[in-house]
């Protein structure tokens, strides 16, 4: 079957810089994304990564390790607009589908 | 990043009745769209996989007669739900993959409600 682990909830300060893990036990590789999604809406695109290494955009950065399984998301400079969950999803290679997490619930202090 | 357009972006329907909803990709050629559904706190769930001339491929325990699939363009695919009831409202959300770049694109969701 497919798995994919990411804490439900999180919490950090403004400010601050938070890292958000996922581990995944799938059938196939092809990807894997990250996605935020505030409440009542629809997931918006963050990183996608298909090679291991870390790819930097702007105040958030995405980890991957095929080997390890493993994948992390690093939010800087954290602000009040950053509260939301963020989803960790995989590319199942073969059928093109992306199985998600359940996300995680991160919620930010002033 | 790329835009997927969903319509209509909110919907409330009697029992009994059918609800169309459409799932553009606005700049680029999707030939693989995907429907999500999302229930309260709950994480998104893959109902089908729609691709561009072909039947879509369902999940296990999605009722394709219930839940019609056209993708008749490679920017346009609907999702019909056939005969609603009130367990059938949710937050239905489409995806559309650009091949060229391999990112995947959300639509802005459809909340049904029925009555």
């Known amino acids: 079957g497919q798995n994919i682990d990411q804490p439900t909830e999180m919490t950090a300060t403004e400010g601050a810089i938070v890292q958000i893990n996922c581990t995944y036990q799938t059938s196939g590789f092809n990807g894997l994304f990250w996605y935020q999604q505030h409440a009542g809406e629809a997931p918006t695109f963050l990183s996608y990564n298909v090679l291991d290494g870390l790819e930097e955009k702007g105040r958030f950065s995405s980890f991957l390790s095929r080997s390890k399984g493993y994948s992390y998301l690093l939010l800087k400079e954290l602000q009040m607009k950053d509260s939301a969950s963020y989803l960790c999803?995989?590319?199942?290679?073969?059928?093109?589908?992306?199985?998600f997490g359940k996300g995680t619930r991160l919620h930010i202090l002033p | 990043g790329a835009v997927v357009s969903q319509h209509p972006s909110w919907v409330i329907c009697k029992s009994g009745t059918s609800v169309k909803i459409e799932c553009r990709s606005l700049?680029?050629?999707?030939?693989?769209m995907f429907w999500y559904r999302q229930f309260p706190k709950q994480s998104l769930m893959l109902m089908a996989t729609?691709?561009?001339?072909?039947?879509?491929?369902?999940e296990q325990g999605v009722e394709k007669d219930k839940f019609l699939i056209n993708h008749a363009s490679l920017t346009l695919s609907t999702l019909t739900v056939t005969s609603a009831h009130p367990e059938d409202s949710s937050f239905y959300i489409c995806?559309?993959?650009?091949?060229?770049?391999?990112?995947?694109?959300f639509g802005p969701g459809t909340r049904l409600t029925v009555l």
């Open positions: 999803a995989v590319r199942v290679s073969g059928d093109d589908k992306i199985i």
């Open positions: 700049d680029f050629q999707a030939t693989t």
């Open positions: 729609s691709n561009e001339g072909s039947k879509a491929t369902y």
């Open positions: 995806s559309a993959r650009d091949h060229q770049k391999g990112e995947q694109f």
